[in-house]
């Protein structure tokens, strides 16, 4: 703290020969006020010094005793969770001892079941093999049962096939009025299921009665114009590609052929019988169709 300043007096110079004596009672005077002045300041800084370091050390003792306070809590938790710490860990051991255990019954109870399982699978399987033996055995017989059948039914194609042969032999060949194309016909039904065999062609069958209306019979339509069952004739219409041509007096089991824009081969129509207003036959068609062009 900085020292108070001193007052300054101006002395006038004595004006008669005594003039020192006045001079130095004055500067004592003076020099004994600043002493006094600066004694009580100093009182005063010594006072407010003590205040401050009084103040100073209770602050600073509540703050010790705090500090104290505060690490004696400090290390009461710490001490909390140490234990807290300790035993969850005690816990956590007895669980895991309890789950080794448990883990063991369940081991021990999944091995028991999985032995019953497979014991299970083998009297199964033993079952099976039985049965398959047993099955073997049933189907050897029935095989050889089955072998006789075979036998029988080549014997039975066989004549089939003699037969079929035979009704082919018999089978007429009729030149048609197309470019002298000739063909096989059938007269009934039993050739015509020759000819379905032969696998040559397509056919229908038909029976169409006398109308003005037409009849589809595959792609094409017919109209009976006319029958005579006694001289075994008719006229017919016959409508391909939106094309019409009319066939007269045509006779029985003759065939008539037309080409159309779907194949090269002709189509050939074959009337067997003839009765009143009525024909039945056949319509033969190309198993291939390959479109004829500009033909």
Known sequence: ??????????????????????????????????????????????????????????EVTAAIDRMKIDSSEEVQRSRRNVENLQSALAEQRRQASALVGQAKVDAERKVADLQAKVTEKEREQEQA??????????????????????????????????????TISTLKRATGELDSHSSLIATNATELKALRELGERNYAEFTINKSKQYTRVADV????????????????????????????DRTVNEPIQFYTSKARQPYEIVVNSVKK???????????VMTGRGGD
Not at 141 to 165: I, Y
Not at 277 to 286: E, K, N, R, S, V
């Open 1 to 58: 703290m900085g020292s108070p300043q001193q007052p300054t007096y101006i002395i006038p110079p004595p004006s008669g020969p005594n003039w020192k004596t006045p001079l130095l009672i004055g500067a004592l005077v003076l020099l004994a006020v600043s002493s006094i002045y600066q004694f009580v300041r100093l009182e005063e800084v010594r006072s407010e010094t003590k205040a401050d370091m009084t103040k100073l050390s209770s």
């Open 129 to 166: 093999i039985n049965q398959v033996k047993a099955t073997a055995d049933t189907a050897t017989t029935q095989l050889a049962s089955v072998s006789t059948d075979v036998n029988g039914v080549k014997s039975d194609l066989g004549a089939t096939k003699s037969q079929l042969e035979q």
């Open 221 to 248: 339509m017919i109209e009976l114009k006319k029958a005579d069952p006694k001289k075994n004739r008719f006229t017919i219409s016959i409508t391909a590609d939106d094309k019409t041509v009319e066939k007269k």
């Open 277 to 287: 207003d009525t024909i039945a036959g056949y319509l033969a068609t190309p198993k």
